[in-house]
Structures are given as structure tokens and as C-alpha cells.
């Protein structure tokens, strides 16, 4: 892969992935299934308004209404146009809004709200001509928020992408009269929401046809046609997003990072290993901030650091960990050290983890587990079955780790007063035990 940002885009059926691959490495995954909405703009219906909490829960046709924070003028039954921020998650529906936005590279367009504003982060100079330069280009009517990235594009480019916003927009309000609550109404296409995070991509390649001509349409030379194999083999990609779900991240210098999400936070332990441990620190601070990104991690975050320095170099590390993480374009906050020593943050959640879309927890018995509970299964069918040799059908991981608790078996067979057969038995589940008898 080469040193500037870029975009990858692969095409699957009924599952897309967009990748984006800054200085030769990847940083960020998105995934564009049908059931995830984030950005997609609903006809909904108020089913209950919750003033305690000052929300409203709004049916859009998921499965769980969605979560409207502001309870005032909200009524039952009520019918608005609601945008998705964050996808559903766990047990919480959609977070909602009604304060729609179209999101380009440069600006973000605002139909519902007027008014005209720029990015704090813009110097003043480049703040102040933009201004003048928008006032022109935008009608009484409209909002429009500048982007830091602005500051780069001439007057013709800003025109072309707010007049692509509102042709958006126009598309939005034909399908909005006559369609029937709840509805989908819009939903945006995923390049252009990865790239309106990332406007520094500086090259898009995308490996499928059609999405490339209508990329191609819009984006211009920006957007390339990858037409040799599968893209993300290619690049490389694979083997990183099979990193990004595995639960160690091996440092340069010996030492990992262990991450381990859990139902209230995520917790990140860093390790030594057989390396220094103010190096495994140091190394741990980059790796942490990008694999949060990478992962899409939200909530509750605490970092565990190695200790040894004293307060200073932890306080050191916070500072380290701040500046590696202002690149996220996700909010993300370092609050600071807990008296437990724990580095303590928040990743904004924009919806499920690239974990949560790709993985499911593992709550199998570990195959020590299962051949205990193999031992014990076959002492309560012999109950049944006295005085016949019986044998152990198991899994082949199953089988191994009884070949490893000789004890155990020993025990069993004496119980038995006969000899335990064990059979392997390929492709059967870990907790799929079967005990039969011997010779058969």
C-alpha cells in the first residue's frame, strides 16, 4: 500500500466494507449492511413520549423504536422526519434526530435549519473569506456548516458539492409526501459518509462497476476503478481486520495490549512481555488510538498502563494518548487517572463495534470444561447401563484435552470398574457429548 490516505471500497453481497488505509496503514473500517441506517433519514411516528427523561421513542420500522432526545412538542402519534446518528446497539434502539443534515466533504448542509457557520478549527483569515464566499452561494432559507477542509477548495468546488446536497435534498422531499409511516425515506450512500469524516483522502478505489460509475459521477478522478482480483487481498487488508478482532495487539519492542470489551466498558491492559516497560508504554500509546478508531470502540474506556516512573510519567502518557487521539475524527475525551491509576476516556458510540458486527462472544465451555463434563456424563449412563463398557463420542478438541487429564480418566474408569473408550468424532460441537456403548 502506498503512503497517502486512501479509501478502499469492496463490493459483497449484502455486506460492503470501506477501508481506510492512512501512510500504508489501516485505520478504519466501515461495513454498510441493509440493517444499519446510521445517517439514513426516516418518515417516523412518535409511540411514547417520556418527559422523565425528556425523549421520545419514534417507530421507524426496526425492529426497536428509536431513542428522540427532547420531550417538548413531542406528541403520540405525532409523525416528523427523524435522522439516524448512531445505529442500534445491544438492547438500545436508534439514536435519533430531528435536526437534519446532509454531510458533504466540505460543508454540511442544514434544509431545515437556516444559517450560515464555519469549524472552529478554521484559522481566522480562512474563516472570514469562506464566510464571505458562502454568504454568496447559500439561499436565505438553508444551513450550512463550512468544514475545517474548506480552506482548500476554491468557490466552483463548494458550489458543486452544495448543489449535490440539494439535489439530495430534493430527492428527500418527493419521497417524503405521499410515503406511508413509518418509511425509509433516504439512506446515504457509505462512501460519501466515510469521506465526509475523512476529506483527506486523497485516492477511492473501489473494486465493483456499478459503484464505481456512480462514485465516478459524483467524485470525479478522485475515484479509481480496481479491476485486478479481490481488492482487499491485494492490499493486504485481510490479515489487518483479522488483527483488529483478535484480542492481543503485539507491540515492536515484545510487549502487547490486551483488549477486552465488556457490557459497561472496555478495558485495555498493557503488558511488557519480555521488552522494557517504559518502552511498552510508549509503543502502547499509538497502538491504543488506533485500534480504538479501527474498532470503532465506544463508551467507557479505562487503560490500564504498566506502573513504574511515578505519577510524572503517567501523567505523561495521558498527554501522549490526548495528542494521538486528536486525529480521530470521532470525539473522543481523556478525562484523566483514577486513584486506581487507570486511564480514564470516552470514544463517542456511533453504534455496533466492529466487533459486535463481525463476532459473537464465545460462551462455550473451553475443552478442559467440556472433557469434565464429558467424565461426568458418562458416570450418570452407566447408572443405566450396568456392568457395559461404554465410550466418550466427542469433539476432536474435546477428545485431546481428555488425552491430557489422565487423572481424571483414571478416576472415571475406576468408578466404572471397566476401561473408557474415547472416540473423535470430526465436526462435532465442543458441547455436543455422546456416550455410547463400546464396540458398537
Known amino acids: 500500500m502506498g503512503g497517502?490516505?486512501?479509501?478502499?471500497?469492496?463490493w459483497g453481497p449484502g455486506e460492503s466494507r470501506l477501508v481506510l488505509v492512512e501512510g500504508g496503514r489501516l485505520v478504519e473500517c466501515a461495513i454498510a449492511r441493509a440493517?444499519?441506517?446510521a445517517g439514513a433519514i426516516f418518515l417516523g411516528r412518535v409511540v411514547e413520549v417520556a418527559p422523565h427523561i425528556d425523549a421520545a421513542f419514534v417507530d421507524i420500522g426496526l425492529e426497536r423504536p428509536g431513542f428522540l432526545p427532547g420531550a417538548a412538542g413531542r406528541s403520540q402519534g405525532q409523525a416528523l422526519l427523524v435522522q439516524v446518528r448512531a445505529d442500534a446497539w445491544a438492547a438500545k434502539g436508534a439514536l435519533l434526530t430531528a435536526d437534519v443534515s446532509l454531510a458533504g466533504r466540505w460543508l454540511a448542509y442544514s434544509p431545515l435549519r437556516p444559517g450560515l457557520s464555519a469549524s472552529r478549527r478554521l484559522l481566522p483569515d480562512d474563516r472570514d473569506r469562506l464566510l464571505a464566499l458562502a454568504a454568496r452561494l447559500v439561499e436565505p432559507d438553508e444551513g450550512v456548516v463550512l468544514r475545517t477542509a474548506a480552506a482548500t477548495r476554491t468557490e466552483a468546488e463548494l458550489r458543486?458539492?452544495?448543489?449535490?446536497?440539494?439535489?439530495?435534498?430534493e430527492e428527500i422531499e418527493e419521497r417524503r409526501h405521499g410515503a406511508k409511516v413509518p418509511a425509509l425515506v433516504w439512506r446515504p450512500d457509505?462512501?460519501?459518509?466515510?469521506?465526509?469524516?475523512n476529506p483527506q483522502v486523497e485516492r477511492v478505489r473501489i473494486d465493483d462497476a456499478a459503484l464505481f460509475a456512480a462514485a465516478r459521477k459524483r467524485f470525479g478522478t478522485l475515484v479509481e476503478h480496481h479491476r485486478d482480483g479481490a481488492l482487499f487481498e491485494a492490499a493486504g487488508i485481510e490479515d489487518d481486520l483479522a488483527e483488529a478482532l483478535a484480542p492481543l495487539v503485539a507491540l515492536p519492542g515484545g510487549g502487547r495490549v490486551a483488549?477486552?470489551?465488556?457490557?459497561?466498558?472496555?478495558?485495555?491492559?498493557?503488558d511488557s512481555g519480555a521488552g522494557r516497560p517504559a518502552d511498552?508504554?510508549?509503543e502502547a500509546v499509538d497502538a491504543i488510538a488506533r485500534q480504538l478508531r479501527l474498532r470503532a470502540v465506544g463508551g467507557q474506556i479505562v487503560v490500564d498502563f504498566i506502573s513504574g516512573g511515578g505519577k510524572g510519567a503517567l501523567f505523561k502518557l495521558v498527554g501522549a494518548l490526548r495528542r494521538a487521539l486528536s486525529a480521530d475524527p470521532t470525539p473522543t475525551h481523556v478525562f484523566g487517572v483514577t486513584p486506581l491509576g487507570l486511564v480514564e476516556l470516552t470514544r463517542e458510540r456511533r453504534g455496533p463495534s466492529l466487533a459486535d458486527l463481525l463476532?459473537?462472544?464465545?460462551?462455550?465451555?473451553?475443552?478442559?470444561?467440556?472433557?469434565?463434563?464429558?467424565?461426568?456424563?458418562v458416570l450418570a449412563e452407566a447408572a443405566h447401563r450396568p456392568g457395559r463398557p461404554l465410550a466418550l463420542v466427542v469433539a476432536p478438541e474435546v477428545a485431546a484435552a481428555l488425552a491430557r487429564l489422565p487423572g481424571a480418566v483414571a478416576e472415571a474408569e475406576a468408578r466404572l470398574g471397566l476401561p473408557l473408550a474415547v472416540r473423535s468424532e470430526p465436526g462435532r460441537a465442543r458441547e455436543d457429548v455422546m456416550v455410547e456403548e463400546a464396540g458398537r
Open 190 to 197: 457509505p462512501l460519501i459518509r466515510v469521506l465526509a469524516d
Open 35 to 37: 440493517d444499519l441506517v
Open 4 to 10: 497517502a490516505d486512501e479509501l478502499l471500497y469492496s
Open 359 to 377: 463476532t459473537e462472544r464465545d460462551t462455550r465451555p473451553s475443552p478442559k470444561a467440556a472433557a469434565f463434563a464429558a467424565l461426568r456424563r
Open 160 to 169: 458543486a458539492e452544495l448543489d449535490a446536497l440539494r439535489a439530495d435534498w
Open 259 to 270: 483488549i477486552e470489551p465488556t457490557a459497561a466498558l472496555t478495558a485495555v491492559d498493557v
Open 280 to 282: 511498552a508504554n510508549r
